[in-house]
């Protein structure tokens, strides 16, 4: 039997807050915002993350020492997403790669993993309950090719910071007057 259009609708809709959850957590790390990061899991999860298995309060205190004394800035993506719900629990795979730079800002490390979840809906609302961030691969790239020249014209962009004042918090997004139309020339040769 086809499902109807409304149960259809109630799992895309679940599935979509489920991949917010996910999401939440990564800006939660890369902004450094503790009450973002806090709001992608239930208080009684557990996050296996292999350095460290905790409660989302424990884990927290240990990613924002980690991040903040180990690296000078790092990002969390993530990719590949699949989710099969049952009920209010749901069962959640998402690829993620992570970039950091150390302290110095010298050495870049790159990998690549999975977070193996199980979501749960509680008072209507989707969290983690429980998680293993499962590493696949790691490394350190080559030396980037894009000249210090190019690099510090894509840091106009925007400010870059690991709190509040990061660029992604401007509410209106703007982008100022006298930014239009900067090397549009070189496109226009290419």
């Known amino acids: 039997m086809e499902p109807t259009l409304e149960t259809m609708v109630r799992e895309l809709y679940d599935k979509q807050k489920i991949r917010e959850v996910v999401t939440r957590y990564c800006r939660g790390v890369d902004r450094m915002d503790r009450d973002?990061?806090?709001?992608?899991?239930?208080?009684?999860?557990i996050d296996d993350h292999g350095f460290v298995v905790a409660g989302p309060e424990a884990f927290w205190a240990w990613v924002h020492h980690y991040h903040t004394t180990a690296q000078s800035t790092h990002q969390h993506i993530i990719t590949n997403h699949s989710c099969e719900l049952d009920g209010n629990i749901a069962h959640a795979e998402t690829y993620w790669l992570f970039a950091a730079l150390d302290r110095n800002g010298?050495?870049?490390?790159?990998?690549?993993?999975?977070?193996?979840?199980?979501?749960?809906?509680?008072?209507?609302?989707?969290?983690i309950a429980a998680r293993k961030c499962v590493p696949d691969w790691g490394g350190q790239p080559v030396e980037t090719q894009i000249s210090p020249e190019a690099r510090a014209m894509l840091a106009q962009s925007g400010t870059v910071a690991r709190d509040a004042s990061d660029c992604s918090y401007e509410r209106p997004l703007t982008i100022p007057e006298e930014r239009i139309g900067i090397n549009v020339d070189i496109l226009a040769g290419a």
């Open 36 to 45: 973002l990061f806090l709001s992608a899991y239930h208080p009684d999860a």
């Open 106 to 127: 010298r050495n870049l490390t790159i990998g690549g993993g999975r977070y193996v979840d199980r979501m749960e809906k509680r008072d209507g609302e989707w969290r």
